[in-house]
Nanobody, 123 residues
Framework: QVQLVESGGGLVQAGGSLRLSCAAS????????MAWFRQAPGKEREFVTS???????YSADAVKGRFTISRDNAKKSIYLQMDNLKPEDTGVYYC?????????????????WGQGTQVTVSS
């Protein structure tokens, strides 16, 4: 069993930055692909970015060049550095773990999810 706990959300003005963290419990963290998804009010959950065990990353076009995902296997944690934030980045951000290590944009491939952290970007 894996538990994921996100932190670091908050309110920021457009153009600002935030750094999200996700701490994982359980064994074999290094084998997991990890990802960030988000859900805006009234919209479906969407993929943001992912990172595989070897550091390979994959990001949605909407965040390329602005968001950076990273992982620290020793701390069983991943991070999301979000720069040049826009109002459309507002939503609840979820950390997810894929035991199969694929790290795709498909939410159903992720077995474990955190509770989410709210990010609000004001214009």
């Amino acid at each position: 069993q894996v538990q994921l706990v996100e932190s670091g959300g908050g309110l920021v003005q457009a153009g600002g930055s935030l750094r999200l963290s996700c701490a994982a419990s359980g064994r074999s963290f290094i084998n997991y692909a990890m990802a960030w998804f988000r859900q805006a009010p009234g919209k479906e959950r969407e993929f943001v970015t992912s990172i595989r065990w070897n550091g390979d990353t994959y990001s949605a076009d909407a965040v390329k060049g602005r968001f950076t995902i990273s992982r620290d296997n020793a701390k069983k944690s991943i991070y999301l550095q979000m720069d040049n934030l826009k109002p459309e980045d507002t939503g609840v951000y979820y950390c997810a773990a894929d035991f199969g290590g694929r790290g795709t944009s498909l939410g159903y491939q992720y077995e474990y999810w955190g509770q989410g952290t709210q990010v609000t970007v004001s214009s």
